[in-house]
C-alpha cells in the first residue's frame, strides 16, 4: 500500500504525505469508520480496558476488522520503514454527540488503545501505573522535569532513557485543549540531523553513559547504555537520548553531551507539528526525536495528553 496521496477511504481511513514535511505519514481516519468503531466497543469504558489486558486487543481487532485488516499493516510497515517512520493519526469531523467532554475523552482513549495495540504492546508506565499516562499542562507547574512545564521548550529527546525496557515506539494523543496557543509538537529525524555524523563517529557515541529519573517517574534504579544503540537492519544508527536524564562522569561526557544538544537544539530540519484535539502522533523512537516548544502564557491554559509507549510485535 503506498503512502503517497493514496485515498483509501473506501476502507475506512485516507493516507497522505504531511503537506510541509515529507517524513510524516498523515492517516485521516473516516467519520463513518469511528462512528462504527465506538459503536462496536463503548460498552467497554476505560476503566474496564485498564483491568483487563485482552480487552485492548480486542478493540484493537475490532478497529483493523473495519479497515478489512488493513490499518494494523500499514502502522507498522510505516513505523518499521526508516525513510518515514512517524506517523500523524486524526479523525474526520465527528458529530455532536462527541461534543460531550468524557464521552469525547473515552473515545479517545479506546482509539488510541487500539492503535497501540495494533501496532505492539505498551510497556508499564512506572509514573501512572498503567499502559498508558494522562497528565495535564496548565500555567503554572512545580513538578520535579519539564513535561509539564508550559514556558520553557521541551528539548528534543528519546523517551524509555533510564528504563530498562526496550521503547520502540511511542504515541502521543492530545486529549483535550482549551485557551492554548503555541505548544506545537517538535520532530527531528535523526537522518536529517546536520551533525549527526559528527556525534555518532566521536570516542563517546558507544560508551556506557548512567541514566537516572527524578522521584516522579517512580522508577528506583539507575542504568547504563550508549547514546548511540545497534545499528539497525540496514546499517544506521539508532538513538537514545535525554538531555535531563543522563549523569556525566567527568568533563569529557559532559561536554561532549553538552554540544550534542547544543546541536540538536540549533537544527534545522526539525519539525513543528500542530495537533488537533483527539489527533496523535506515533514515532518510531529510535529514528526520530521529539520535544514540545512552549506555550504562550495564559493563565487559563490547560491541555490533557496521553502517552503511551512500547514495543513492537
Known amino acids: 500500500m503506498s503512502s503517497h496521496n493514496n485515498s483509501n477511504i473506501d476502507i475506512g481511513f485516507e493516507i497522505n504525505q504531511h503537506k510541509d514535511y515529507q517524513r510524516l505519514q498523515v492517516v485521516t481516519l473516516s467519520q463513518e469508520l469511528v462512528e462504527k468503531f465506538d459503536e462496536s466497543t463503548s460498552q467497554y469504558n476505560v476503566q474496564s480496558i485498564e483491568y483487563k489486558p485482552f480487552l485492548r ?35 474526520n469531523n465527528l458529530d455532536n454527540r462527541y461534543h460531550n467532554h468524557d464521552t469525547l475523552i473515552d473515545l479517545n482513549i479506546r482509539l488510541s488503545t487500539a492503535i497501540s495495540h495494533l501496532i505492539g504492546l505498551p510497556n508499564l508506565d512506572s509514573m501512572s501505573g498503567k499502559f498508558y499516562a494522562r497528565f495535564s499542562v496548565k500555567n503554572e507547574d512545580n513538578s520535579d522535569s519539564y513535561l509539564r512545564q508550559a514556558h520553557r521548550r521541551m528539548e528534543l529527546h528519546n523517551d524509555g532513557t533510564y528504563v530498562e525496557e526496550k521503547t520502540d515506539w511511542v504515541l502521543m494523543q492530545k486529549i483535550i485543549e482549551s485557551n492554548v496557543e503555541g505548544g506545537e509538537s517538535l520532530l527531528l529525524h535523526l537522518d536529517d540531523w546536520t551533525d549527526l555524523q559528527k556525534f555518532y563517529e566521536h570516542p563517546l557515541a558507544k560508551e556506557n553513559l548512567r541514566w537516572g529519573s527524578p ?16 545499528e539497525d537492519e540496514d546499517g544506521k544508527p539508532m538513538m537514545s537520548y535525554i538531555d535531563q536524564f543522563v549523569e556525566p562522569k567527568n568533563m569529557e561526557q559532559g561536554l561532549y553531551l553538552y554540544e550534542l544538544g547544543e546541536s540538536l537544539e540549533s537544527d534545522s530540519a526539525t519539525y513543528s507539528v500542530k495537533l488537533n484535539e483527539g489527533s496523535m502522533l506515533i514515532i518510531n523512537n529510535y529514528f526520530w526525536l521529539h520535544g514540545r516548544d512552549k506555550f504562550t502564557a495564559n493563565k487559563n491554559l490547560h491541555r490533557e495528553l496521553l502517552r503511551q509507549r512500547g514495543v513492537f510485535n
Open 215 to 230: 522521584s516522579s517517574k517512580n522508577v528506583d534504579y539507575k542504568t547504563t547504555h550508549p547514546i548511540f544503540l545497534d
Open 57 to 91: 486487543f480486542f478493540i484493537a481487532n475490532c478497529l483493523n476488522d473495519l479497515t478489512h485488516n488493513t490499518l494494523a499493516e500499514f502502522l507498522s510497515n510505516t513505523l518499521n520503514n526508516r525513510s518515514t517512520g512517524a506517523i500523524l493519526l486524526q479523525c
